[in-house]
RNA sequence: GACCCCAUCGUCUAGAGGCCUAGGACGUCACCCUUUCACGGUGAAGACGCGGGUUCGAAUCCCGCUGGGGUCGCCA
């Protein structure tokens, strides 16, 4: 049997950090098992759907690497479809028209709170006679579900999971205004994509019971679920905004790599041993539900961070430049020189481990881009001051003798000046480097003497030396 | 409230009855490397929620409790 996976997201936000693993998850399932991963787009909510949201979401996927076969399946396209099956269930006796309004249904959960009972529709019209209907009252159809026996869901992740059916009312199929609910768009939606693995967030397991129920009464071949367990905030309740429930889109904003993302997700709730840094190709390789964990995990910033940068730190200079001259195009209000792309190039050995993100790749290549004379920070300021600034005066004279403008010559130059000074070299290269990036903190100070070149850089100890 | 799920270091996890003196990773702390900050290296502290069983033997199986979570829409 060929794998046939999906993701179904509702185009009413973004697409957060949950769903994104979830996708994660069926994509890799279905890259494991050589089988197809399909997007659907579960659009049925007019009022809440959005084309911004369903681009949102494309985006998102496309940044991921995670991209689907064929074309995506609209879902409120298929409604008529949808409708078709509810009348044919109608037609069979397994569904009926249901005139209970708002405001009794309402009245019936509250009564059976108040009795501490479930909550959930009585089936006062199940077996009513149609004749009875009250005039006006646009009638909604439910399913004649099963009320004595049980409905057992075999869950590849959570196992067994079994309901009473006497626990379950008869679940709205089409509304009053003959459109089809989620339930039934679900159902007929993956049995006709014939989807045979239907792996989801937890949150839906409850769900998976009812559209069970349909999925039988319907005469459909019940698929394989996987429930998934859910990411939770640092707190341990719900993923919230500040929390990491944002669009995959910010955390690329933030400077995420996504191989790192991919990375960071797939270990939130799967294992595979003692193994950290999994590359894709040996995620598809690896993955089965069966190393899927049972339980919520929380989300974690830190260890996104630390991965990130273990994959920036692996990324290639020429692919880190070209990622990160945009970002610093932003910062300096100006597009950069082809020089200052190669001299971000040329850096990046040295930049790339002191970052773990892009942005703090950008940030630590902001000496590159700056123009003299420079805005040393406070803490630059205070090596350019006193003792410091009569040590660059030294440097500068040390520095103009020097022909050979290599990591070697100049720090020949430097080491014995500090020598013939009788101190460390860090009371020389620390006022170098306030001179040269103004800051306290930046790659080993003799690549940035080359990165800048001669001129930039004797220029820059003499802007310090001499303000 | 009803139903359902879950439970190993602060966090992510390994652990399928003896390989467990419970392993790895992030984070934390120390030390080493070092021109700064990092990176890297070495080491330390740190967990089987509680109570009963079953068994020669339980983190692993069973029951209860406690705690956390999810679902109860003519939303998805």
Redesign the pocket.
Known sequence: MTVITRF???P?GYLHIGGARTALFNWLFARHNKGTYRLRI????R???TDAAIAAIFEGLKWLGLDWDGEPVM?FARAARHAEIAHKLMAAGNAYH?????EE?DEM?KT??A???????DGRWRDRDPKDAPPG????VRLRAPQTGRTVIKDLV???????NE?M?D??LL???G?????L??VVDDHDMEITHIIRG??????AARQTQLYLTAGFKVPDFA?I??I?G?D???LSKRHGALGVEAYRDMGYLPEAMRNYLL????????D?IISTVQAIDWFTL??V????????F??L???N??YI?QSADADLATAVTPILAQKTGRALSDGEVGRLQAAMP?LK????TLIELAEGALFITATRPLQPDEAAKKLLEGPGRDMLARILAALRSVDDWTVAAT?AAVRDLATKAGV???Q???P??AALTG?????????VLVVLGREESLGRINDAATS
């Open positions: 179904a997201p509702s009413t579960e659009d049925t909510d009022q809440r759907s879902q249901c005139y209970a309004t708002p249904l959960r059976a709170m009795e501490k009972r479930s909550p959930r529709y009252v646009k009638p909604v959570q196992g067994d999971v079994v309901f009473e626990q009312d679940m709205v509304r009053a205004d459109t089809p609910t989620y339930m768009s679900v937890d949150d839906h397991l409850t769900n429930h367990p859910l939770h640092p341990g309740a719900k270990r939130l709730g799967w294992g595979h041993g003692d950290e069966d190393n964990g049972r339980s919520a995990s929380r989300f974690d830190t260890k961070a630390n991965l940068g273990i730190r040295g481990e002191r970052a773990k720090e460390k070299l860090g020389v290269a620390q170098l480097r800051r306290a903190t930046s790659p080993p100070i003799f690549d």
